[in-house]
T-cell receptor, first 114, second 114 residues
């Protein structure tokens, strides 16, 4: 079954600290894409970072990096130097190779405190 | 930076009424999607659309739902006879290429069925 699991319903982090949001995935397709999206309280879905299954290096986008461990089927999001504006819901998602639909996890609510 | 737009931002309707949710995808994108998110739950795929036809749909996308690209810019989702359980945030997304290219989301339309 194709599935995304996010086991942390909520996380707290202090401003300027780093935080890791966990994501594991399940697919039998050798080719897939992994994505992280941010959903602030205003509701929109903001693309953060992408990792392809064949990419040799972990993806990075500014303060976001994706810790891709293929053997463990994990794709954790690392946010460095957290800011108050990072407080939001974060969704991990996957596109398995045989379909272009996004399969989402249940999300992690991150709260950054001063 | 080009973005996906959606109108209206909030729609309130009576049960049994028809609603049309509108989206303008990014102009050079070829693949279009609708997702929904019931309050407090994860984002669920509804339908994908390419080359003027549905390429994939979920179990949620039953005969009450339809999609259309009536002209070169708009992409619409119609719900023929709304039910209470259709109340959700509806997101449109678009993608430039096939495969694991990134899907960019619009800001969403919050549909409330009374």
């Amino acid at each position: 079954a194709q599935k995304i699991t996010q086991t942390q319903p909520g996380m707290f982090v202090q401003e300027k600290e780093a935080v890791t949001l966990d994501c594991t995935y399940d697919t039998s397709d050798p080719s897939y894409g992994l994505f992280w999206y941010k959903q602030p309280s205003s509701g929109e879905m903001i693309f953060l970072i992408y990792q392809g299954s064949y990419d040799q290096q972990n993806a990075t986008e500014g303060r976001y990096s994706l810790n891709f461990q293929k053997a463990r089927k994990s794709a954790n999001l690392v946010i460095s130097a957290s800011q108050l504006g990072d407080s939001a819901m974060y969704f991990c998602a996957m596109t398995p190779g045989n379909t272009d639909k996004l399969i989402f996890g249940t999300g992690t609510r991150l709260q950054v405190f001063p | 930076e080009p973005e996906v737009t959606q109108t209206p931002s909030h729609q309130v309707t009576q049960m049994g009424q028809e609603v049309i949710l509108r989206c303008v995808p990014i102009s050079n994108h070829l693949y279009f999607y609708w997702y929904r998110q019931i309050l407090g739950q994860k984002v669920e795929f509804l339908v994908s659309f390419y080359n003027n036809e549905i390429s994939e749909k979920s179990e949620i996308f039953d005969d009450q739902f339809s999609v259309e690209r009536p002209d070169g810019s708009n992409f619409t989702l119609k719900i023929r006879s709304t039910k209470l359980e259709d109340s959700a945030m509806y997101f449109c997304a678009s993608r430039k290429r096939a495969g694991t290219d990134t899907q960019y989301f619009g800001p969403g339309t919050r549909l409330t069925v009374l």
